[in-house]
């Protein structure tokens, strides 16, 4: 081999060799750029999940002292609660997605990643906390 043909394969070697190294740097912020989006999600989705169960906390606190004191400003106050969580009544301007805006909790659960077989384990929990209230007063 001549110098001249060393020479031309060490180049074309470096091309690939850098042509390589380009592209796995461009896939590596691909991936970043993914590890990034699926946190957001992971972030804002965990907010709603904390904010739902806030507001059912919330909702059984109202009832309960609705319960027990029959007063009106219980009643209203978990009516504000259901209008909120259901999109009638703009959400708190403090709140981290969609703030003062009127959209349902579950569409935004939706939205932020939450997929349909957590929401039929969300419904079968409903259901099954219903369903042992209702016997639990039966008793």
């Not at 070697?13 to 912020?29: H, K, Y």
């Not at 059984?60 to 027990?68: D, G, K, L, W």
């Not at 981290?96 to 079968?124: M, N, S």
Request: glycine content about 6%; some cysteine.
């Amino acid at each position: 081999m001549t110098i001249k043909k060393i020479s031309r394969l060490i180049n074309v070697l470096t091309i690939c060799v850098i042509a390589v190294a380009a592209w796995s740097l461009f896939n590596l912020s691909q991936r970043g750029a993914d590890v990034a989006n699926a946190n957001h999600i992971r972030f804002y989705s965990i907010y709603l999940v904390n904010e739902l169960r806030g507001s059912s906390e919330e909702l059984t606190r109202q009832v309960r002292n609705y319960a027990v004191t029959g007063d009106p400003a219980a009643e209203a106050a978990y009516n504000m609660v259901l209008a909120v969580r259901g999109g009638l009544e703009p959400r708190p301007t403090t709140a981290l997605v969609a703030p003062g805006q009127r959209r349902v909790l579950l569409d935004l659960l939706r939205e932020h990643g939450v997929t349909d077989a957590e929401f039929i384990w969300l419904k079968g929990q409903t259901c099954f906390q219903t369903t042992w209230w209702v016997w639990k007063l039966q008793q």
